[in-house]
Each structure stands twice: as structure tokens, then as C-alpha cells.
């Protein structure tokens, strides 16, 4: 990996450079990073929709991406695992690096990414299928065999806090739940492809409060194990499950860091009237 | 706008849509219930002995020893028939030789007439031709005839204004003062006797074949040229469709080449299905030298509803929520793996009823196969027949008996026979792939 990509302070620089403690560092901080962009753009056609942003998703931790609607945030959760390839005319620039390779390199096989870099979108998509065929939908795809797949879909329902609920009726249209409990589905689906990185975007919401506590409650259990990249209109919702938040305004990074610092003593004025409440 | 003003206007729309809902209705039943009436004919009507005879001697239905005991009793009731005639036979040996020649060319008339009417005379050489040997089987055409028998039509061009007038002229009056008067009455009042009209059902009409070009029997070979002609164009044009549907909608990107495709397509499905026809002659006969065949319709049909079936899937594909394919493609689905598990089965409905509309459509077009499958009378295809072999079918059949065929009268209701069995095969293709449809997507919505 090239280590000029990863931001040093001055202070940092003088102190280390040249130094074992300085590699060990580095190794350290990459190993900590999952995923980061580099003065990385987006374009819908002529339109600039992500300006230049650079920023450091940390591994096992939630991340959680505000701003008002058309900021761009959708588009840059979308460009993770270049779920923009399906828009016609949409072009990227700059770097997405993910496993020291940058994902919108030519070679990248984009179906191995998004194996590895799974998605939960803002309405409840289940496949007009039953249950099981939705989770094991997955699974399958990648070759997994028959017979390990219900241990697989028992697991990433269980993972999802959905099991006891339909335990009894895998068998049924998934289309048949209610909001709340397809979104945990669609979760489930996510999760039984076992990816590094879950990106969601707005995935509470179509639902109502009591659902959406119920998955709030489960992305702090899967911060555990998983990477997670949330957008969310809903700021108390950042506030309240994710450990960093990045603020985006028309398609400007304009500033990233502690969810803390965020919200309570922000850097920029502009992050400081949208939390506010001041526009947005 | 006013309350009131809007609930005027709420009304008369509703009692329009009500009116044009009734008027489609008598537009549908004007329509289809004399399809249905006449159509019935072919299978139930009034069947006289000779229909048993024909019944019997070419497809052995029936009991034999019931039809001897009515052939008997028909014979002796036609025996003064044929006496008189021999009588009068004698009577004329003793006339004068113009007034003989006179009689017996009448003779031989009413002798033709009436062979129509019951068959050939007892003790003559037997005819050749099977239309020949048998009376007339049913009792609607026993009574035309019986008229023919009875009068003799003639045209009155005595006033030139107003061109020439029908007039029926007794034939009894042709053999006035001679032994024959007594005949016609005779024949007149005994006709039920003599025909033994009794109500009959003939639902073997379906899978009976034609014999002596439809004169009797079924119509077996046409019905199913018809459903190999439909499930072949259907076998050819369902999977190409579906595939350049898919590649169009999923895999096509934009260019030029791809749009005029598309319009070329729409324009595919206004042309005339003449024309069809005739590209199936030139092209699948004459240059790539197919014989004329179930093989060479079929791909003619198909060439006809491919376009529809292309623009019906690629409607249904579109209609797919994108959040689907997006799902998929998220969890790592390759692209082809995608379509053809999600967004395909999701699709099904729609394309499914565009293959309904184009089965019907392709079950009664006539313009395509004249040249490239059907011909006017054939048997029976085995499965092997149908790369090499022509076949009748409903749809050419029709247009075929109600306009070449030398005796039209005739067979009137073999011609609507077959109507109400082509509406049936596209009906009942219709209602078996609606059934298909509704199963699909009440399997999709829970």
C-alpha cells in the first residue's frame, strides 16, 4: 500500500519518519482503515454530484454520512461498491481504496466487491420470493451448498433479530411482512453474503419508530463484527449510533470526525447551522 | 366549481362508462351468440337415417341391427316411391314418341333431384364419388332438397323493368295427367317417414376427418393443424422474443443501432400480415427452399407476433422496480444470473399476457399460411409429418369452404362448425394462459 496516501500531521511526520515505530504505526492506522477515498468525484454526466472528497471509513466502527437531500451522500454510499454503474452516464473519479486496490480500477471484479461490500437501501426490497429464498438468495449465487444453507439463513436471521418472528413461515412470500420486518430481511440477505463493510442508505426511513429503533438497536450489535456506513436524514439518529459523521453539503465534504465533536463543538460554521437546524 | 356541478359531472361519467360497458356487452353477445347458434349446428341437429347409414358404414358407430330394422322400415315406405316411377316407366313405352321424350328427359331431372334427397335408387350400380352413394344426412338440408324435389325454379324475365322474377313451378305439373301426379303428395307427406329425422349429437364432428372434401364427417385435421400451427409459432417466437426483450432492456446500451432496432420492431407490428405471407413464400420457400409446411407456417407465424411479443416483454421488463435488480446485483449477482432470477420471474405476468394476445392472434391468421402450410383438404400430420408435410387449418379452412368450395350450400355448417371451434382453441388458449398468469402473480404477491 502506498503509505503517501494516508494523512499525517506535521507533528506526526517529524516525530516518526524513518522510524520502525513510524511503519508499525502505519501498518497499524492501514489495518484500522477499511476503506478510504482520495479527492474522489462523481459525475452525472456533466453534473458534479461528489466534489474531491477524501475521507477514512474506520474498520468496525459506524460511520454515519448527513447533509441535506441532493448533498451527495447517497451517491458517495452508492459509489462504495459502485452500485453507479447500473446509472447510465455516471462517472467517477479519483480513488476508492478497499483491500489496497482501488475499486474502480478496470481489473476489479465488481461482483466480488460487492460480496465483500454489502447494501441495505432506503425501502424494504425484498424479492417477491419466500423467506428463505430471500436470504439464501445470496448464498447461492456464490455456490454455497444446499445443505449448509439453512444454517446460513438461520444465522443471518438470527443476526437480523428476526428469527423468532418467522421462524415458523420461511416458507411464506416475504412481501407478505410488514415494513419493519422486511427491512430486518433485507438485512438478513445482506449478511448472509458475510461482508466486510454494510453500507445502508437511509434504511429507516419508510418505517415507523418502533422498527426503527429495533434496527438501530441492531447496527450497534453488528458494529461488532461489521463495518458500517450509514446515510441518514434523521440527525439524532446519526448522533446516536454512529462514532464518526460526515457532513456533506452540495457534494462538498465539508467536515469529518468524531460523531462527538460533530455535533457538539463543530469546526465549520456551515456543519454548525445544519445541525442546528438553521437550513436543511 | 360547485359542489353540485361537480357531482353532475361525477354522474354522467359514471352512467358513459356504463353505457359503453352495455354497449360492448350487445356488441359481444351480437357477435357471438350466432357464432355460438350456428356454430352448434355442426354438433347438434336433426340427423336422419342416412346420417346413421354414413355413421355406420365409414367410422362403424352405432348398433346394427337397429339400422337394419330402420333401413327396412324406410325401404318400404320408399317403395311406392321407386313402384310409381317404374309404372310410369311403362306408361311412357306406350306414348307418343315427342311427348316421350318430352317425359323422360323430366324423368331423368326429378330421378337427379331426388337421388340428392335419399340416395341412389335401390338395385343400381353404386356411385363413385361418396357424396354420391348417401341421402341428405341432416334434416334442414332434407327439406331444401325435398323443395327442389317438389318445385322446379324458374326465372320470369316477361317484364324488362323489372328484370327477371322467381317463380317456383310445381313439378307436379310437369306430369300432369299421368301416373305420377300421385308422387309428389305422396313424397310430400311421408318425408319424416322416409328420412326418420331424430335429434342427434355428433360431438366426433371435433374428431371426426373429413371425407369427400367435408361433405361428411369432422374436421379432426384442420383443428389440429391449427394447434400445431399455433404452439409452432409460438415455440419459435416466445424464446426469441423473451431473449431480445431481455437484451434490449438489460443489455442494449443506447446507441443508434439499438434505437432503430426498436423502431423497426414497431413498424414490424403494423404490417400486414399479407405481407408476412409473402415474405414467408419468398424467403423460407423460395430461397432457402423449405417445402410447404406446419414447419414453414409456423415460422411465418412467428416472424408476425414476434414484435408484439418483443414489445410486451420489454414493457413487463421495464416495469421491474429497479430496487430489485439493484438488491440483487448488491449481494453480488451477476448480471445474467440476476435477470433471469429476479427480474424475469417478476416480469412473467406481463409477458405472459402479451404471449395470450399473440396466441390468439396467431391461431386465426389466414394471410400467412396461404402460401407457406395450408392447403384446402389433407389428413392427419404425425409428429414427423411436420417438417415436410402441408396441413388444413380452422382459419383457411373457413375462408376456404365459404368461397372455393364446389358445393358451398352444402356444407354451410361445417363452415360454422369450424368458427365456433376456432373461437373455442383461442378462447380456451386464452383462458389456460390467464389461468397460468393469475397463478404467477398470486405466487408473486404473496
Known amino acids: 500500500m502506498n503509505t503517501e496516501n494516508i494523512h499525517l500531521t506535521k507533528k506526526d511526520f517529524s516525530l516518526f519518519y524513518n522510524d520502525k515505530k513510524y511503519k508499525l504505526r502505519v501498518n497499524m492506522e492501514t489495518k484500522k482503515i477499511h476503506l478510504k477515498t482520495n479527492n474522489f468525484s462523481v459525475f452525472y454526466g456533466n453534473f458534479q454530484a461528489v466534489k474531491d472528497v477524501s475521507l477514512k471509513i474506520k474498520r468496525r466502527e459506524v460511520t454515519a454520512i448527513i447533509g441535506p437531500s441532493g448533498c451527495g451522500k447517497s451517491t458517495l454510499l452508492r459509489a462504495m461498491n459502485r452500485m453507479n454503474d447500473l446509472i447510465p452516464d455516471c462517472t467517477a473519479e479519483g480513488e476508492m481504496i478497499f483491500d489496497e486496490t482501488n475499486i474502480y480500477n478496470k481489473k476489479v471484479d465488481v461482483v466480488k466487491l460487492r460480496k465483500k461490500i454489502g447494501m441495505v437501501f432506503q425501502k424494504p426490497n425484498v424479492f417477491p420470493k419466500s423467506i428463505f429464498d430471500n436470504v439464501a438468495y445470496g448464498p447461492r449465487i456464490h455456490g454455497i451448498k444446499r445443505s449448509e444453507l439453512s444454517d446460513i439463513v438461520e444465522k443471518s436471521l438470527k443476526q437480523a433479530a428476526i428469527w423468532d418472528e418467522v421462524k415458523d413461515c420461511l416458507k411464506k412470500n416475504a412481501l407478505a411482512m410488514s415494513g419493519g420486518q422486511q427491512q430486518r430481511v433485507c438485512l438478513a440477505r445482506a449478511l448472509a453474503v458475510k461482508p466486510e463493510i454494510l453500507l445502508m442508505d437511509e434504511p429507516t426511513s419508510a418505517l415507523d419508530p418502533k422498527s426503527t429503533a429495533k434496527i438501530e438497536d441492531l447496527i450497534s450489535e453488528l458494529e461488532k463484527n461489521y463495518t458500517i456506513i450509514i446515510v441518514t436524514h434523521n440527525m439524532q439518529q446519526a448522533a446516536r449510533i454512529s462514532k464518526f459523521t460526515a457532513f456533506m453539503y452540495e457534494g462538498d465534504l465539508i467536515e469529518f470526525g468524531g460523531t462527538q465533536k460533530i455535533f457538539n463543538k463543530p469546526d465549520k460554521q456551515a456543519t454548525e447551522d445544519y445541525i442546528t437546524g438553521r437550513f436543511g | 366549481m360547485l359542489l353540485e356541478t361537480r357531482k353532475l359531472l361525477d354522474k354522467s361519467f359514471t352512467a358513459v362508462g356504463i353505457g359503453a360497458i352495455l354497449l360492448m356487452i350487445f356488441a359481444l353477445a351480437g357477435i357471438l351468440l350466432p357464432i355460438i347458434w350456428k356454430g352448434s349446428g355442426a354438433f347438434i341437429f336433426k340427423g336422419t337415417v342416412e346420417h346413421r347409414k354414413i355413421m355406420f358404414d365409414l367410422w362403424n358407430r352405432g348398433d346394427q341391427a337397429d339400422l337394419q330394422k330402420e333401413l327396412k322400415l324406410v325401404e318400404k315406405i320408399r317403395a311406392p316411391l321407386f313402384a310409381k316411377i317404374k309404372t310410369f316407366k311403362t306408361e311412357l313405352k306406350k306414348m307418343p314418341r315427342t311427348k316421350r321424350r318430352e317425359f323422360k328427359n323430366e324423368l331423368k331431372n326429378l330421378k337427379k333431384t331426388l337421388e340428392e334427397l335419399i340416395g341412389p335408387f335401390p338395385g343400381e350400380r ?321
Open chain 2, 126 to 446: 353404386q356411385p363413385v364419388l361418396l357424396r354420391q352413394r348417401y341421402g341428405c344426412p341432416r334434416w334442414d338440408r332434407t327439406l331444401i332438397k325435398l323443395k327442389e324435389v317438389l318445385y322446379i325454379t324458374e326465372w320470369d324475365y316477361s317484364n324488362p323493368e323489372k328484370g327477371g322474377i322467381k317463380k317456383l313451378i310445381p313439378r307436379r305439373k310437369y306430369f300432369k295427367n299421368t301416373s305420377m301426379e300421385s308422387f309428389f303428395p305422396y313424397l310430400k307427406e311421408n318425408i319424416e317417414n322416409i328420412m326418420q329425422p331424430h335429434l342427434t349429437f355428433y360431438p366426433q364432428f371435433l374428431t371426426d376427418s373429413a371425407k369427400d372434401s367435408h361433405i361428411f364427417g369432422g374436421i379432426w385435421p384442420e383443428l389440429l393443424g391449427t394447434i400445431y400451427l399455433t404452439l409452432g409459432a409460438m415455440l419459435f417466437a416466445v424464446p426469441m422474443g423473451v431473449i431480445a426483450a431481455i437484451y434490449f432492456c438489460e443489455f442494449a446500451s443506447n446507441g443508434p443501432v439499438i434505437s432503430f432496432l426498436r423502431i423497426s420492431i414497431s413498424t414490424l407490428a403494423g404490417v400486414p400480415s399479407i405481407v408476412f405471407g409473402l415474405f414467408g413464400l419468398a424467403f423460407f420457400m423460395n430461397t432457402i427452399h423449405l417445402p410447404k409446411s406446419v414447419l414453414t407456417g409456423s415460422l411465418t407465424l412467428a416472424l408476425l407476433i414476434l414484435p408484439t411479443i418483443i414489445r410486451a416483454s420489454e414493457e413487463a421488463i421495464l416495469a421491474v422496480p429497479r430496487t430489485y435488480k439493484e438488491a440483487a446485483l448488491a449481494l453480488g449477482g451477476e448480471k445474467i444470473y440476476t435477470t433471469l432470477t429476479v427480474t424475469l420471474p417478476v416480469a412473467l405476468p406481463g409477458i405472459l399476457t402479451g404471449i395470450i394476445l399473440s396466441m390468439g392472434r396467431a391461431a386465426g391468421e389466414t394471410a400467412p399460411i396461404i402460401f407457406t402450410a395450408a392447403v384446402s383438404v389433407g389428413s392427419v400430420l404425425k409428429i414427423d409429418q411436420l417438417l415436410t408435410n402441408p396441413t388444413p387449418s380452422l382459419s383457411w379452412n373457413i375462408y376456404n369452404l365459404c368461397t372455393e368450395h364446389e358445393a358451398v350450400d352444402e356444407i354451410r355448417h361445417v363452415q360454422y362448425g369450424m368458427v365456433l371451434a376456432l373461437i373455442a382453441v383461442v378462447v380456451l388458449l386464452n383462458l389456460v394462459a390467464i389461468f397460468v398468469r393469475a397463478r404467477v402473480s398470486s405466487k408473486l404477491q404473496n
